[in-house]
């Protein structure tokens, strides 16, 4: 295996030390008349297809008090159409001995399937009705089976889960209440509550359809008959209205912001965010290299200093999660048991000033690089999945508007200078405009951090 990876690498590879790094993954776009997007990608190395699509649409696409809308649909996605009797896209697709799934972020909703190559047909009569004849099957009690399913995911994920509810606090007091942001995709257990079968519906027929997705079919495909198959099964779904393009947040943060939470949990954590930058935008990738820099590997400086070194947290992470319209940088860091924040978020603070103050090194630098680009390359091994190339196809075409984005995707990355580093620290991570919550074992308010 270690031989595969390495010639992968080494092909993939070769010019990138001449300063090229080439990805040469080969696909064919089109658009149907009804406005669907369709990307196909021919790998005949094993009789394997995945097909993965993507709705653009997400939590941010809701509005405040309807909130959970595009996760519920990830739900009720799978529970029949006007066709397809409840259960059987999971039949279909786990008797083939294929797989299956699907994701909510705040911009887009992707179902994916990985099966047999003789499996393409059914599965896409499957993926078909579920577009074009979904709404006759949303009965009002799918809808209440399916709103208690996602109310239980999120007592599970959140309100019962150890710092589970550290981003329902954090997010609302980066983002505005009228920001598409200002919510997380579950939703508030109030507004699932409150939906009734006619605001599901309206949203369904606002942004599940043809127009607004983007097919991709990759593998062991023939072109040509894959044509005929999508053309047979998607072409005459009719279009929804016209989708405005979302308008990018523009917000800053002028002061800090500390919020405080007890909860039942041993170990005290410090979270520390600060607006930053969409995704794929200029810093965006500086960003995520310092965020690497910080903590992402035991050699990492946060992770060193406080984890190794000091011996006052267990463990640290930092990252930028760039989103669409808007995006935001992290720090997280759990302390050992009887540590105070306080102490934590000065640690961090200087070590933030360090790198303002005296940059980093070049061996920092390509180690993260190095660790971004082989990850980039292992996660192009897979057909289908999250992450796998037909996922990348697809986020490259939602979100750049063309499917073969790899190489400005990994250049961006290798294009960072050490100057870069420096500027986005102090562009972006000000002591000013942050917040920062503290969550405490419950009755140890000492603990919490502040001034």
């Known amino acids: 295996m270690k031989f595969i990876l390495f010639s992968l690498l080494f092909l993939i590879f070769t010019n990138s030390f001449l300063g090229i790094s080439q990805v040469n993954i080969k696909f064919e776009k089109y658009i149907l008349p009804n406005g669907l997007q369709v990307i196909l990608h021919q790998d005949n190395s094993v009789p394997l297809i995945s097909t993965n699509i993507w709705y653009h649409v997400g939590s941010a696409r809701e509005k405040l008090g309807k909130t959970g809308f595009a996760h519920l649909f990830e739900h009720l996605m799978y529970e029949g159409s006007e066709n397809v009797p409840d259960g059987r896209y999971d039949e279909v697709v786990d008797g083939s001995g294929g797989l299956n799934n699907g994701s909510t972020s705040n911009d887009r909703t992707n179902y994916w399937t990985l099966i047999p190559k003789n499996y393409l047909e059914p599965v896409l009569w499957l993926e078909s009705d579920r577009m074009g004849f979904l ?5 009002q009690d799918r809808l209440d089976i399916q709103r208690a399913v996602v109310k239980n995911e999120r007592w599970q994920n959140y309100e019962n889960q150890p710092y589970g509810m550290a981003n329902v606090k954090l997010i609302p007091k980066l983002y505005p209440p009228d920001a598409p942001y200002h919510w997380l995709t579950i939703g508030s257990q109030e507004d699932l509550d409150a939906a009734s079968l006619d605001d599901v519906k309206n949203f369904f027929k606002q942004y599940y359809g043809p127009n607004n997705a983007s097919l991709c079919i990759g593998g062991d495909i023939d072109i040509n008959e894959t044509k005929k198959l999508v053309e047979k099964y998607f072409g005459d779904i009719p279009p929804v209205p016209v989708v405005p393009k979302a308008t990018p947040i523009v917000h800053n943060l002028s002061d800090a912001k500390r919020l405080l939470l007890e909860d039942k949990v041993e170990l005290p954590r410090l979270y520390i965010y600060w607006l930053s930058t969409p995704n794929f935008a200029d810093d965006d990738a500086a960003l995520d290299l310092l965020g690497q820099i910080l903590a992402e590997s035991k050699n990492a400086r946060l992770y060193k200093s406080l984890v190794y070194e000091k011996q006052i947290a267990q463990e640290v992470y930092a990252f930028q999660y760039g989103q669409e319209l808007s995006g935001y940088f992290g720090i997280v860091v759990t302390g050992k048991p009887d540590q105070t924040l306080k102490q934590l978020e000065t640690e961090v603070t200087a070590e933030l000033e360090k790198i303002i103050r005296e940059g980093i090194s070049d061996r920092e630098l390509q180690r993260v690089k190095n660790s971004t680009r082989a990850s980039f390359i292992y996660r192009l091994q897979q057909v289908g999945g999250f992450g796998s190339k037909t996922d990348q196809l697809n986020n490259y075409n939602v979100f750049l508007g063309d ?32 917040v920062i919550l503290s969550v405490v074992p419950t009755g140890k308010l000492e603990f919490q951090a502040g001034e």
Request: net charge positive; charged share 30%; glycine share 8%.
């Open 403 to 434: 499917p073969g984005n790899f190489n400005f995707d990994l250049e961006r990355y290798q294009k960072v200078t050490k100057e870069d580093i420096k500027n986005v620290a102090a562009k972006y991570l000000q002591n000013k405009g942050r």
């Open 135 to 139: 709404l006759g099957a949303i009965t």
